[in-house]
């Protein structure tokens, strides 16, 4: 089974940025579309971002395009999501996954990490 490790959350002012890590136990890694979800209290969770396993290919959902990047390192099995000018609407758990295939649906997703949460202050 493909265990996902996310890191890098914390609190962070309106304007600021963050980082977040998502590493993956799985080899072959590098065949895997990935993809950022994240959940509000109260809310669904709501597909973020995704990257096609070339990492040529980019998504995001219209809430965050211009300010948040996804990125992979298939020599570390580790995908990552850069976030810019961040907002209190930003403020979720943020959890990566993979369904192998690229997806931006909650059903397409096979595997899930843990999720890390993200504060942002106003």
């Known amino acids: 089974q493909v265990q996902l490790v996310e890191s890098g959350g914390g609190l962070v002012q309106t304007g600021g940025s963050l980082r977040l890590s998502c590493a993956a136990s799985e080899r072959t890694f590098s065949s895997y579309a990935m993809a950022w979800f994240r959940q509000a209290p109260g809310k669904e969770r709501e597909f973020v971002a995704g990257?096609?396993?070339?990492?040529?290919?980019?998504y995001y959902a219209d809430s965050v395009k211009g300010r948040f990047t996804i990125s992979r390192d298939n020599a570390k099995n580790t995908v990552y999501l850069q976030l810019n000018s961040v907002k209190p609407e930003d403020t979720a758990v943020y959890y990566c996954?993979?369904?192998?295939?690229?997806?931006?649906?909650?059903?397409?997703?096979?595997?899930w990490g843990q999720g890390t949460q993200v504060t942002v202050s106003s």
């Open positions: 996954a993979t369904g192998g295939l690229f997806s931006t649906s909650r059903s397409g997703q096979r595997y």
């Open positions: 990257i096609t396993e070339s990492g040529l290919s980019t």
